[in-house]
C-alpha cells in the first residue's frame, strides 16, 4: 500500500513539475498574443489584462507597416535556400572525411569542430568591415552564404557521427553495380541520413528565421529585409507602437512555430538516433 501511494505521489509530482515548466515556456507567448489585441495605453496600463475584444486592428497594421509580404518572401528564401545548402555541403563533406581518414582531413574536422565556440560577436565588426570594402552588403545571397559558413561546422560534426554508422559496404555494392561516387552518395548514403537532415534542417529553420543580428549587419535596403528586422519598424525615437509591434511579433513566429509542430516527431526521432550513436 504504502509503496503505491510513493508511485501515485510520485507521478503526481513529476505531473505538476511538467505542468510548471510548461507554463513557464508558453506563458511569453500568451501574453505576447493577449497584448496583440490590445491598444498601446491598455497595454502600458495593465499588460495582464484580458482584452475586451479580438480587435484585429493591430495586426492589419502591422501587416501593411512591415511589408509583411515582402517580409515573409525575403526571410523564406534566406532560410530555405540556407537550410538546403548547409544540410548538402555538410552532409557531404561528412561523408568526406569519415570515407578519406588522412591526417589533412583529421585536422580540418577538428578545425571546424574548434570554430563553433568562437562567439559571432566576436567576428562580426571584421566580418562586416571586409565585405563591405568587397561591396558585399545589402545582398541576400551574401547573408545565405554567411549562414552557410556559420552553420556548416554544427551540421557536419553531426553528421559526421551519423556516417560512421553508415556501413561502407553499402557503397562498395553500389560502385559494384556501376554507380559513381556522386550516385552513391545521394541514392545510398543520402537518404539514410534523412532522419538527420530532418534535425539538423529544423534547427535551422529556428535559427535562420528567428536571426535578428546578422540580418541587421548585412541587409540595410527596406526592401530587402527579414520578418524580424521589419518587426524594428514600430521603435520610434521616442515612443514604441506596443500594440502592431506584439501583433507583428506573432506574425513572425507564428509560420516558425507551424513548421516545427508539424516537424516535430522528425526532431525527436534524430535526437534518439543520435543519442543511441
Known amino acids: 500500500m504504502d509503496t503505491a501511494r510513493k508511485g501515485f505521489a510520485g507521478v503526481w509530482l513529476k505531473t505538476v513539475g511538467l505542468a510548471l515548466v510548461l507554463a513557464l515556456f508558453i506563458f511569453p507567448f500568451i501574453f505576447l498574443l493577449i497584448n496583440s489585441f490590445k491598444a498601446n495605453t491598455a497595454i502600458t496600463s495593465n499588460p ?26 525575403n526571410s523564406l528564401t534566406v532560410t530555405v535556400l540556407g537550410v538546403a545548402l548547409i544540410s548538402l555541403f555538410a552532409a557531404m563533406t561528412a561523408h568526406y572525411f569519415v570515407r578519406n581518414q588522412t591526417k589533412f582531413n583529421q585536422y580540418t574536422f577538428m578545425m571546424m569542430v574548434a570554430a563553433m565556440i568562437i562567439p559571432f560577436q566576436a567576428i562580426m565588426i571584421p566580418l562586416v568591415k571586409i565585405y563591405g570594402t568587397l561591396n558585399m552588403l545589402d545582398n541576400k545571397w551574401a547573408l545565405i552564404y554567411m ?33 559513381t561516387r556522386t550516385q552513391t552518395f545521394f541514392r545510398i548514403v543520402f537518404p539514410v541520413l534523412a532522419p ?40 520610434g525615437t521616442y515612443s514604441v507602437d506596443y500594440g502592431p509591434l506584439m501583433a507583428g511579433l506573432v506574425l513572425t513566429i507564428l509560420p516558425v512555430m507551424l513548421v516545427y509542430l508539424f516537424a516535430q516527431r522528425y526532431i525527436i526521432q534524430g535526437v534518439m538516433q543520435g543519442s543511441i550513436k
Open 196 to 235: 538527420t537532415t530532418a534535425t539538423i534542417s529544423i534547427l535551422n529553420v529556428l535559427w535562420i528565421w528567428n536571426d535578428f543580428l546578422l540580418p541587421s549587419l548585412i541587409l540595410v535596403s527596406p526592401h530587402n529585409r527579414t520578418l524580424p528586422l521589419s518587426t524594428f519598424s514600430f521603435y
Open 147 to 179: 549562414y552557410l559558413g556559420f552553420g556548416s561546422p554544427l551540421a557536419v560534426f553531426i553528421y559526421h557521427g551519423f556516417v560512421k554508422g553508415v556501413p561502407a559496404e553499402l557503397e562498395e555494392a553500389a560502385l559494384i553495380d556501376g554507380c
Open 48 to 73: 495582464l489584462s484580458l482584452p475586451p475584444s479580438l480587435d484585429w486592428t493591430n495586426y492589419r497594421n502591422a501587416f501593411e507597416k512591415m511589408s509583411y509580404t515582402a517580409s515573409f518572401l
